[in-house]
């Protein structure tokens, strides 16, 4: 399993420290990478989180998959 996450249907108010700070309660965070719209420059909605191992990032699927965050279920 790869430690690079995909993180799908995020508020557009979600900001990458948001996604930092709520996968970081699941072990070290390398990277995170919020997709923007060329055009508009506003969020598209999804994302990617970058675990250090792929362990955390099993942690992270468990502990986040259907949570809430921004009033949307990830």
Known sequence: MSSKLFVGNLSFNTTENDLQDAFAAFGTV????????????????FG?????????????ID????KDMDGRAL
């Open 30 to 45: 390398t990277e995170t990478n919020l997709m923007m719209d060329r055009m508009t420059n506003r969020p598209r909605g």
């Open 48 to 60: 990617f989180v970058t675990m250090s191992s792929a362990e955390e990032a099993q942690k992270a």
């Open 63 to 66: 502990g986040l998959n259907g």
